[in-house]
């Protein structure tokens, strides 16, 4: 315990005080000095990516520690102390905790560093910053608290920042809808933390985790709890981790574009599987509740996937196929391979950064041509060829995609090919649902790539389409003109029509100032105008985090050094609890990992093929025409095959019909019970 | 010790001085704004003063008490005092009517009479919070419902008169009650009239005619507090009712009824009390959840903020009816805290109908971006009232549920099912505040007279909303602020209910 005393020092520097007095002084600034506040705009992003690299730096230092001799810091300072209660607050800090500070950290000074740039021009850039800085502030609170109250009021500050990160466009109507939605979601998933907190409570009478998990053991050795009761706060707790996943996850995609949305699904979003990795000790005394998990899992990663088939978002896409992601972790923590389910939160949180800031340069890009609504900027219809005009960007999006899907080098494929091969060892129908998965990852994920990067642009489509250069008519991309040439070849073509509002209102971003610009760019005065390259202060980032997509798989890979086969990894998580892989054999274990790998890259090879063969871009396949209608021909029941098809692509363009059945079920009845009782 | 009068100078500071605006010369507003503004912030600091310097918090009896006999033929004695359970009180009472007079500045028409009516409401809220004796209690609490019947009557929206009478008729009603229980009380058992609290506290009843005066008591302040079904008054006399009468009402009117429950409730009728507290708690779990959905079905903003308020009364009947230390502590914090967050948000809807100048909430829209402040404020109190994490709100309604989780006066189930309850209403609660805040500020509108431009916030307004908005971070950072106040007097309370 040296490491203790030597480094205690720098302790509670780590978490939470430490960019906290950035949103503070914004704050303070906006309401009290308005003028002078924003002329100085742009120095506040300085002194907030240079505490956020401190931070990283102090979480670096701690995981190193935390490698060399894992121990566990706790500190606590009581915060109310009353005759029957009291309260505490402190830091605890182990092996989790350093994995995700490290991730947290690196991940948000890219964010920071890219957003400087893309927000540069936007009214709430200030605004923006100190949004942000909040959010770190509370995910870093989120990931050192060291009792279930700490996590619950983190829990509801991070719910809180992404209220406002989504809300922060609060000129769009669907922005506010939408941010509104996230919140009441997120409550509905506190509710179930704070039932089970307090149930917990009552149960053990303690909110420390160490405590908790002691008094808890001890307890249910001894049978001493209602097993019931047990099982049902535990869920409770589950379900306030899970619950946050999905609902609002579409609507999330209303913020600043990619940074929100990488919040939401690289880090927030993520909170979710750190809660259910920190009270792991708690359910795995409880089989069922592992059980659950797992099945919760494996539907969130079928799920994701359905509804990330026919997405015409970007953005949206590539939320769902992080829902898809999340709930493979998920199943991993029900599985008990925690050390899997970490590896892949943090393989998939740096691939997927990348993805998205890659995407928010294709929309940034994209602006400029179709003008700044999000449902022209972010359309998939709209983009296409971008190969030629954006290349450093597509670089990045190609190997996040890749690395997504799960080919060799690349970071994601070694955490979920441990993930898939541990599927077969806990239950042969989780593992053939996870591995199919794996083939529908690859294909949603290339239907992105295709869409947005090859073929011509399709903005100007409409031009060879023979109607006039004006936007404001309907457009339908694949409208009856071509279809004549290309209706017996596409069948999916049809289905991704987007017929756009002629009288949609121009929406007013964030003031006059976008406003004006929105309104001059509808008219598509420039007639061949080609996205561009985003600046260096964007590309940057994309480019360092594209090293760590391709490198972050090593922490795994075990260093073969004097006999002994430990890896980073598993080195920071030694006392981690593992159910699956009690007796292990070296040879056996390398065996195996070559045929999974082989199995799951052919799987996921054959998701590329499928994309590749439906996606396509026209003109080329329209030279080998022969072979798709020879694949075509030979279906007779190819209405039936349709109809499928079709069900599936409403399934996913519906969201599931999951909205529906809310809003149906819930949402009008609240209403005509707020009504019916103001009669009163 | 020390026998300055602190207690009655405070009391009769305000309405003394206020009494000398009439005979200020007429020199226009300013004049009488200021004096106004200089009285409360005097009588703000005396007060501070006195509690600082005069008032240990390890003391759990009653401090400062001045006895003074008034009338001779049926003993009746001027008693005032304060303990940890109503220091609170006077010190939100304070600092929410200064800047109640504030925030009135606006106020043109008989500003005389309207400033002299805050003082003298001033005089009467602190006067009921710190007297010791029954019946100076209850001509207290009717003396403060004069000014606030005229405060409601002459300012304020088009049927102010509706609201005000149907105000007048409900707490007239609930007076009524309350003073057969005063008069019950003291009368019981001795020839003499026994009026102070002390001795009060240490009499026991038989149970029939406790449960007679702990009705009697109780329909009294449930009128005030309000608790279903006595409450619809409230939303009623909120809309109407101008912003800084509003702000006194949300601020401090409410908080009487709570008050009076646990001073008198709790205290002189434990017995009658552990016996209703079971429905107390059903009645507060109710009124949650009904006040919270009936909210949202309002088109009026400061009836949904008036429904927003009763929604949060409830967690103050269950931290009393749940018999715990931390219950009942946890109510304390709700007093003072939706005390703080009911006026702001009062205050803040108020300012942004002066510009507006509309009422209800689907024709408003796209505000934020011509009054930015108001809307960085308005939602920073609508999340304080949703209960978020670090603001005091959460904290009050954490320790409630704690309180009704630790209590051993219940079985498993109906706890499960009440805090179950209780969950769902935090649920609710943010579908109303955000939709509110939704429907004024974000989106766009595009006004048909292009010369409406609005003033944002000045220094003033702004002061008032960051003066409340600080105390309610300050108790949700380090909510000791008010719980050492009224820990020790809290489990002198409690210690009743295990020991007699």
Not at chain 1, 139 to 150: A, E, F, Y
Not at chain 1, 225 to 239: D, E, G, I, N, R
Not at chain 1, 595 to 618: D, E, H, Q, R
Not at chain 2, 435 to 463: C, H, I, T, V
Request: hydrophobic fraction near 50%; charge should be neutral; include cysteine.
């Amino acid at each position: 315990m040296e490491h203790a005393d030597q480094y205690s020092w720098i302790i509670p520097f780590v978490p939470l005080p430490v960019p906290l007095p950035i949103p503070i002084l914004i704050g303070m600034g906006l309401l009290l000095f308005p003028t002078a506040t924003k002329n100085l705009r742009r120095m506040w992003a300085f002194p907030n990516i240079l505490l956020l690299s401190i931070v990283m730096i102090f979480s670096l230092d701690l995981s190193i520690q935390q490698i060399n001799g894992s121990s566990i810091y706790q500190y606590v300072w009581s915060w109310t102390i009353n005759n029957d209660f009291s309260f505490e607050f402190g830091y605890f800090i182990d092996s989790l905790t350093s994995i995700m500070s490290i991730l947290i950290t690196t991940v948000e000074i890219f964010v920071l560093i890219y957003s400087d740039n893309y927000m540069s021009h936007d009214e709430g850039y200030l605004r923006f910053f100190a949004y942000m800085s909040l959010f770190n502030t509370s995910m870093l609170g989120l990931v050192t608290s060291c009792n279930l109250i700490q996590i619950y009021i983190f829990w509801e500050l991070v719910g809180m920042c992404s209220y406002l990160l989504i809300g922060f466009w609060f000129t769009r109507p669907a922005a506010a809808n939408a941010c509104q939605k996230a919140f009441v979601t997120n409550r509905i998933g506190d509710f179930g933390l704070l039932l089970g907190i307090l149930g917990f409570y009552w149960i053990t009478g303690s909110f420390e985790f160490q405590d908790l998990f002691e008094i808890f053991n001890n307890l249910i050795y001894y049978n001493e709890v209602h097993f019931l009761f047990v099982t049902l706060c535990a869920s409770l707790l589950f379900a306030g981790a899970q619950f946050t996943l999905h609902v609002w996850l579409h609507d999330a995609m209303e913020g600043p574009t990619p940074i929100s949305a990488l919040i939401h699904a690289a880090t927030m979003v993520a909170a979710g599987i750190f809660l259910v990795a920190r009270l792991l000790p708690l359910f795995i005394v409880i089989p069922y509740i592992m059980n659950l998990i797992s099945l919760i899992g494996i539907i969130t990663v079928l799920l994701g996937a359905t509804l990330a088939l026919a997405q015409n978002d970007i953005k949206r896409g590539l939320a769902y196929s992080t829902m898809s992601q999340l709930g493979y972790m998920m199943l991993a923590l029900g599985m008990g391979s925690y050390r899997a389910a970490l590896f892949h939160l943090i393989t998939h949180a740096y691939s997927k950064v990348l993805l998205f800031l890659a995407s928010g340069s294709i929309i940034h890009s994209m602006e400029a041509i179709v003008g700044y609504s999000p449902e022209k900027s972010q359309n998939m219809v709209f983009m296409g060829g971008l190969r030629k005009h954006v290349p450093v960007t597509q670089i990045a999006f190609l190997v996040g995609t890749l690395s997504l899907c799960g080919i060799p080098p690349l970071a994601c494929f070694w955490s979920k090919d441990e993930i898939l091969s541990d599927s077969w060892l806990y239950s042969p129908i989780f593992a053939i649902i996870a591995w199919s998965t794996a083939g529908l990852t690859a294909f949603y994920m290339f239907r992105i790539y295709l869409l947005t990067f090859e073929g011509h642009l399709n903005v100007h489509f409409q031009k060879y389409s023979g109607k006039k250069s004006s936007s404001f008519y309907s457009i339908k991309l694949w409208g009856k003109e071509e279809q004549k040439i290309i209706n017996r070849n596409f069948r999916l073509f049809p289905l991704l029509t987007l017929t756009m509002n002629n009288n949609e209102q121009p929406y007013t971003i964030g003031g006059k100032k976008e406003a004006r610009i929105t309104i001059t760019n509808f008219g598509y005065k420039k007639a061949f105008s080609y996205p561009h390259e985003s600046d260096n202060t964007m590309l940057f980032p994309m480019l360092i985090l594209l090293l760590f997509t391709l490198f972050v798989g090593a922490i795994a890979i075990p260093f073969n050094q004097e006999g002994m086969h430990l890896d980073i990894l598993s080195k920071l998580l030694t006392p981690s609890i593992n159910l699956l892989h009690q007796n292990s054999n070296d040879f056996e274990d390398s065996y195996q990992f070559f045929k999974n790998a082989t199995f799951s890259v052919s799987i996921a090879c054959f998701g590329i093929f499928t994309a590749f063969l439906l996606y396509k871009p026209f003109y080329s396949s329209v030279q080998n025409l022969n072979l798709l209608n020879s694949f075509v021909k030979r279906g007779l029941k190819r209405i039936l095959l349709d109809k499928i098809i079709y069900l599936i692509y409403n399934w996913s363009y519906n969201r599931g019909y999951i909205d529906m059945f809310y809003s149906i079920s819930l949402t009008k009845r609240y209403k005509r019970i707020g009504r019916t009782n103001s009669f009163f | 010790m020390n026998y300055f009068p602190w207690l009655t100078i405070i009391v009769f500071l305000p309405i003394s001085a206020g009494s000398l605006l009439f005979f200020l010369p007429h020199k226009g507003n300013k004049l009488i704004k200021w004096y106004t503004i200089c009285i409360c912030i005097l009588e703000l600091l005396l007060t501070t003063y006195a509690f600082c310097y005069h008032f240990r918090l390890d003391d759990p009896l009653i401090q400062l008490a001045e006895d003074y006999k008034w009338i001779n033929f049926f003993d009746f004695y001027w008693r005032l005092g304060i303990d940890g359970l109503s220091i609170g009180p006077i010190l939100l009472t304070g600092f929410i009517t200064t800047l109640a007079t504030l925030a009135a500045w606006p106020v043109t028409r008989d500003s005389r009479l309207f400033h002299f009516l805050m003082l003298a409401m001033y005089s009467g809220q602190i006067g009921s919070f710190s007297s010791r004796d029954l019946l100076l209690f209850f001509i207290m609490w009717e003396f403060e419902l004069i000014p606030v019947y005229l405060l409601l009557s002459m300012w304020g929206g088009k049927k102010r008169l509706y609201s005000a009478t149907k105000f007048i008729l409900y707490t007239a009603g609930g007076s009524v009650f309350l003073l057969i229980g005063v008069l019950g009380l003291g009368l019981y058992g001795s020839n003499e009239p026994t009026l102070n609290f002390e001795t009060l506290a240490n009499q026991s009843y038989p149970v029939a005619l406790e449960i007679i005066f702990y009705i009697g008591f109780l329909i009294a302040f449930a009128v005030k507090s309000p608790i279903i079904p006595l409450h619809t008054w409230l939303p009623d006399t909120h809309g109407e009712a101008h912003y800084s009468t509003c702000m006194l009402l949300a601020g401090i009117l409410l908080k009487m009824g709570a008050y009076g429950l646990v001073r008198i409730n709790m205290e002189l009728l434990p017995h009658a009390h552990s016996i209703f507290s079971p429905w107390l708690i059903i009645v507060g779990t109710m009124q949650i959840i009904y006040a919270a959905s009936t909210s949202l079905g309002q088109r009026n903003l400061k009836k949904r903020i008036a429904y927003s308020s009763v929604s949060h009364m409830g967690f103050i009947i269950i931290g009393i009816g749940s018999i715990t230390d931390t219950g009942l502590n946890g109510a304390i914090l709700q007093i003072i805290s939706h005390g703080f967050i009911g006026a702001a948000l009062f205050f803040l809807a108020g300012t942004s109908y002066d510009r507006m100048r509309l009422v209800y909430l689907d024709e408003m829209g796209g505000m934020a971006v011509s009054i930015p402040k108001i809307f960085t404020m308005f939602s920073i109190l609508s999340m304080a009232s949703l209960a978020l994490p670090g603001m005091s709100g959460f904290v009050a309604e954490l320790i409630v549920f704690f309180g009704i989780i630790t209590s051993q006066k219940y079985f498993l189930m109906p706890k499960i099912l009440i805090t179950f309850v209780m969950a769902i209403g935090m649920i609710l609660t943010p579908i109303y505040s955000l939709s509110m805040s939704r429907q004024m500020f974000y989106g766009y509108k595009l006004f048909n007279a292009p010369s409406s431009y609005f003033f944002d916030s000045g220094p003033r307004e702004l002061f008032v909303s960051i003066s409340i908005f600080l105390p309610v971070i300050g108790i949700g950072i380090y909510p000791d602020f008010v719980l050492s106040l009224s820990g020790e007097k809290v489990e002198t309370i409690l210690y009743n209910y295990f020991y007699r």
